[in-house]
């Protein structure tokens, strides 16, 4: 009676808690959604095709600002350590170079390509990789403290201000390099405006037993493998089919991949009970993978009716995309439903089977995507179903996982 009326706590908190960073998941979507219709209408397909591998290459460079931070720090800050906010920052932007360096290498590379384009977009980013991602740490601060309402709000203000910016830039022009620079600096004022304000209304603190950075360094391996395997597909799609076909597989992608990051807060709001051994029990985890996976389920058969004149009617020059994102509709069911159990582990200090899960993803993205683009038979729609393939195969290993770790534990 006692474990029921704990999963019971633990399905209100997620309700209370998924609530606020539902809300701002929705408005992160519906930007992201905007801003795609905007560009694509301002731009031809090429050059948005063009845009859009820019943007597959920066996640890989901002690998260096330690992205793995964000979730240690939401450990951290659940277990009462003491968060020295500025110091992770500062700590981020010094890794961070190492990007920049990545980057001004591009440059020089396409510059001796004599593609002045690539160029200039990967000196912008050189200049703006370091601060684009340090100053978000604050809202994994909050995150850690439970305070989902004020993550979320920060984080809405941010989107809606950074969703404007580009579309009165589109609307002014249609050069790529002032919309790439706009995408930077909208992000690093609105981000360092909150950083601020947070740092400035903490409470006085002493930094104790605070090892968000180090563990940070710890899952540098992890969370970089993970932002190249999210980019791999876009540069793949571009080396073997071209900037058009990208542009095709971008908007196919783009429902199905915001509604999977949308069910990524059940995972952001239990990690702290994780942390703090409040949601551990096997019927707890079991009964929170069953609502979610129900709800997963409903959302994705309503995608299935509405996704078509969705795509015919927001984006009339991409009609091809409506069969891709058809097949792109497992991934609303199995991408949140990995990122919940990804949580569990992190949540537990399971580095080993962590890497062991993220190097399996890695060889199965790279090895399986460029068979099925090298053989130019399936093309976009093999690329799409063997996105849904790797997911699924790798919940199924970390299913076993837990359950092995769990019997283990007893």
């Not at 219709?37 to 090429?46: D, F, V």
């Not at 952001?268 to 409040?278: D, E």
Request: glycine letters at 4%; proline letters at 3%; hydrophobic letters at 55%.
């Amino acid at each position: 009676m006692q474990r029921v009326r704990s999963s019971e706590n633990h399905i209100v908190h997620l309700a209370k808690g998924s609530f606020w960073l539902l809300g701002s998941h929705m408005i992160a979507s519906i930007t992201a959604f905007m801003v795609t219709i905007l560009i694509t209408r301002a731009l031809s397909t090429e050059a948005f095709g063009q845009y859009r591998f820019i943007l597959a290459i920066i996640p890989i460079l901002t690998i260096f600002t330690l992205p793995g931070i964000s979730q240690t720090l939401v450990r951290s800050t659940a277990l009462g350590n003491g968060i020295n906010l500025v110091s992770v920052a500062i700590a981020k932007m010094k890794w961070g170079l190492f990007g920049s360096v990545l980057s001004l290498l591009i440059a020089a590379y396409y510059a001796f390509q004599s593609n002045t384009l690539f160029a200039y977009a990967f000196l912008i980013s050189a200049l703006c990789i370091p601060l684009v991602e340090s100053f978000f740490v604050y809202s994994a601060y909050y995150r850690g403290k439970e305070d989902f309402k004020t993550s979320a709000l920060y984080d809405s203000i941010t989107r809606i201000f950074y969703t404007l910016s580009l579309a009165v830039t589109v609307l002014i022009t249609q050069n790529i390099l002032i919309i790439l620079f706009v995408f930077f600096a909208s992000q690093i004022i609105s981000r360092l405006f909150f950083f601020v304000k947070t740092v400035t209304s903490q409470l006085p603190y002493q930094e104790r037993n605070d090892d968000s950075v180090s563990y940070g360094k710890n899952l540098f391996p992890i969370t970089a493998t993970q932002i190249f395997i999210n980019s791999i597909d876009k540069i793949l799609v571009w080396h073997f089919l071209g900037a058009e076909m990208l542009a095709l597989y971008i908007v196919a992608l783009l429902i199905p991949t915001e509604l999977a990051r949308a069910f990524g807060v059940i995972p952001q709001v239990v990690l702290p009970k994780i942390v703090k051994g409040a949601f551990t029990a096997r019927k707890e985890i079991s009964v929170t993978l069953i609502y979610f996976f129900l709800s997963t389920l409903t959302i994705s058969i309503l995608y299935i009716f509405l996704i078509s004149p969705i795509i015919n009617i927001a984006f009339p020059n991409y009609n091809q995309a409506v069969s891709l994102a058809l097949a792109a509709t497992p991934l609303i069911v199995l991408t949140p439903l990995r990122m919940l159990l990804d949580t569990i582990f992190l949540a537990r200090k399971e580095t080993v089977l962590l890497t062991y899960f993220i190097l399996t993803e890695a060889v199965l993205s790279v090895g399986l995507i460029y068979i099925i683009l090298a053989m130019s038979t399936y093309g976009l729609f093999g690329v799409t179903i063997i996105l849904s393939l790797k997911v699924f195969l790798l919940l199924v290993l970390q299913v076993v996982s837990l359950q092995r770790a769990s019997s283990s534990r007893r």
